[in-house]
């Protein structure tokens, strides 16, 4: 390294006073309004039947993350009833998509029993699970010409493990489906267990076909009656019935992606969330209509808009239904663009985040890395610059163009500097903190 220029720029008086910290500043105004808490829908259990089985898997040996599964006989099933399965055969696909074989998303289905032999599995259904398609068993005088003249009447319910409502309220189920069969006949019905005595929930509508005899996956919810509401012994059901008469048609019933959500309370009502830039830093203001427990607000700051720190913390009103307006002001921001977040977090820890806005900073784009033997100063902007220690002693200067990188010599072991750097006949400057592989750089106003 070398350190034998000398100071031949006007702005290279000694710096050494622009060392000091910058006060950061918070200011809150109240304005007296209406307003209300704000309620949203937070998933509290799910169920995906991931379970790997590519065919023949009962429900009834089926335990997912949350427990296990059961089925229940709910009325008169024949000597081969239909089978509720958890398989990959019937594919989970995304609404609105026709229903496929074996992908990698497993399903709740209704199919074949494989253990017996069907009225006419052996015709269109040897392996038993084929997906969401049922044997709808042949009438009595005609079993001659089935392959068996075994009973396929069902009556059966797959039910889920027991679901901990303890502490929410507003309570909604919902899942994706498809579903044939005949009307009421051979038919798929949604369940629910309040702790006590098991309800039917719902009736789905029979979904659209048109997939060359496929189904179509469906959206569909239902809210849980009242007694959910801090339920912690609540059961969800879906039971299928099959009337044994030879008439229905593909598919039987699969269901997936089944969510149960709450109604909570948000913390705070967030109206708005802005930052600009100026010559001295960048404020931030945000707006809320109403809060709840609140805490403190941070203010967040990324260079990527990937790692996010905290840079800023305000506290909050607690519990407010009045408009309340803050603001909090970054005297130090960083060179170029930069993203700023709000993250509120109330009493009891629990903490959201506000959507991502981007600032970018007057002045030139710079960028300073380090090789480990010298800093790199790259510029969008041709200008003149000059590398000072912490007492103002200039270390090295020189030009660089617009585009281009070039090399500053420093001190050895020296881990701060300050760096100006002169475009268009105005004066930038830079406190720069080398250290583990990367230079942290940061204005000086």
């Known amino acids: 390294m070398h350190f034998n220029h000398a100071i031949s720029k006007p702005w290279a008086d000694d710096l050494s006073c622009n060392m000091a910290p910058q006060a950061r500043h918070t200011i809150v105004f109240v304005l007296l309004a209406a307003a209300g808490p704000v309620a949203a829908q937070t998933v509290v259990w799910t169920e995906q039947f991931e379970n790997g089985c590519n065919g023949g898997c009962y429900a009834s040996s089926y335990t997912g993350p949350n427990g296990s599964w059961t089925v229940t006989n709910t009325g008169t099933n024949g000597a081969c009833a239909n089978r509720w399965f958890v398989s990959c ?13 074996c992908g990698n998303n497993e399903t709740l289905h209704v199919a074949n029993d494989i253990g017996c032999t069907s009225p006419n599995g052996c015709i269109f259904c040897p392996s038993g699970d084929c997906g969401a398609a049922y044997d709808a068993s042949c009438p009595s005088g005609l079993c001659s010409f089935c392959c068996s003249c075994n009973s396929a009447q069902t009556s059966k319910r797959a039910e889920s493990p027991v679901i901990d409502l303890s502490g929410y309220s507003g309570i909604t189920l919902s899942v994706k489906y498809m579903e044939g069969g005949q009307n009421t006949k051979d038919n798929a019905t949604v369940w629910y267990y309040n702790g006590s005595t098991w309800g039917q929930l719902a009736d789905p509508a029979k979904t659209a076909t048109g997939c060359g005899g496929q189904g ?149 784009v710079l960028t300073v890395r380090t090789d ?74």
């Not at 055969?89 to 074989?101: H, L, T, V, W, Y």
């Not at 090295?396 to 072991?413: C, L």
């Open 89 to 101: 055969r019937e594919n989970g696909n995304a609404e609105g998509a026709c229903g496929s074989g």
């Open 216 to 364: 179509i996956w469906t959206a569909f919810s239902a809210a849980l009656p009242a007694s959910a509401n801090n339920n912690p012994g609540v059961r969800i059901g879906f039971g299928w019935v099959n009337n044994n008469d030879g008439s229905g048609a593909d598919p039987s019933f699969a269901v997936d992606d089944v969510q149960v959500t709450a109604t909570i309370v948000l913390p705070i009502e967030l109206l708005s969330f802005e930052a600009s830039a100026s010559d001295a830093g960048v404020q931030t203001i945000w707006s809320t209509a109403s809060e709840s427990d609140n805490a403190f607000f941070t203010v967040e700051r990324s260079s990527d808009a990937v790692q996010f720190h905290a840079v800023g913390r305000v506290p909050g009103a607690g519990n407010s239904m009045a408009v309340l307006h803050y603001a909090w002001f970054d005297a130090q921001p960083l060179p170029g663009v930069a993203y700023y977040r709000l993250r509120q977090t109330d009493i009891n820890g629990t903490s959201t985040v506000s959507g991502v806005r981007a600032v970018r900073m007057p002045g030139p």
């Open 372 to 445: 480990g033997t010298s800093l790199l100063l790259g510029s969008a902007e041709a200008g003149e610059w000059g590398l000072f220690d912490v007492l103002g002693r200039l270390m090295d200067t020189g030009f660089i163009a617009a585009g281009s990188e070039v090399r500053m010599n420093g001190k050895a072991g020296e881990a701060m500097y300050l760096l100006r750097l002169i475009h268009a006949d105005r004066p930038y400057t830079y406190r720069l903190l080398s250290g583990a592989g990367t230079v942290l750089m940061q204005p000086v106003r």
